[in-house]
């Protein structure tokens, strides 16, 4: 259930039944804050009348193939009659923010930083961290340079600091998940590669 001000909410609009059964599968079991702020678990029941194609996983060896990949499907995205301006693309840093607005802006797109987003309607892919697309909603998300160990089962034995940690990773990536409405691509990298 969600909360939102005061008033529980038992159906989930914004999400197809396939973006929210993919997000909840990767925090499966955890304990999140929901971006309105109300505790909850993933695995809550909701009805979710809305369907949609299937969330897209990929996995990279390099940031430079995952950039490209990304900048592909955004441009597939727009050839199939997406408006540039329905698709945010969202990352967990600052620094992964900018190379991916570098990248699309050297495939040809137009790119609103979500630091700088006014609100207004304009054919430009909005790109920023996760943190930054609190209360927005896109039609389509393309969740960039993601860890690759937030998608795998925990491993049991980490210590109490890097435990937590992982969890709010993982807490933080299911919001950016859940604020793709009709689409969602999620682009990680290798657990053992930083190139």
């Known amino acids: 259930m969600i909360a ?14 396939e973006i929210a059964s993919f997000a909840s599968s990767i925090v499966e079991g955890d304990e999140f804050v929901d971006i309105e702020g109300g505790p909850d678990r993933a695995d809550a029941a909701l009805a979710v009348p809305r369907t949609g194609p299937s969330p897209v996983l990929s996995s990279f060896s390099s940031h430079a ?34 190379a991916l607005a570098t990248a699309l802006r050297a495939g040809g797109f137009g790119v609103v930083e979500l ?26 998300v393309l969740l960039g340079r993601v860890a690759g160990e937030l998608l795998a089962p925990a491993v ?20 950016g998940m859940t604020r793709a409405r ?10 053992d590669r930083r190139s």
Do not use: C
């Not at 304009?122 to 039609?139: D, Q, S, Y």
């Not at 049991?156 to 919001?175: F, H, K, T």
């Open 4 to 17: 939102t001000r005061g008033v529980v909410m038992s159906t989930n609009y914004r999400n197809t039944r």
């Open 65 to 98: 193939a995952h950039d490209a990949a990304l900048v592909a499907h955004v441009r597939s995205l727009v050839a199939s009659g997406v408006d540039a301006g329905d698709v945010g693309v969202l990352t967990a840093t600052n620094r992964d923010a900018q």
């Open 115 to 140: 630091k700088s987003y006014s609100g207004s309607t304009a054919p430009l892919v909005k790109v920023g961290t996760i943190k930054r697309a609190k209360g927005l909603e896109f039609k389509h």
């Open 156 to 175: 049991d034995g980490p210590d109490d600091g890097a435990r937590e940690r992982r969890e709010i990773e993982r807490r933080e990536l299911y919001v």
């Open 182 to 191: 009709d689409g969602l691509w999620v682009g990680s990298r290798s657990p």
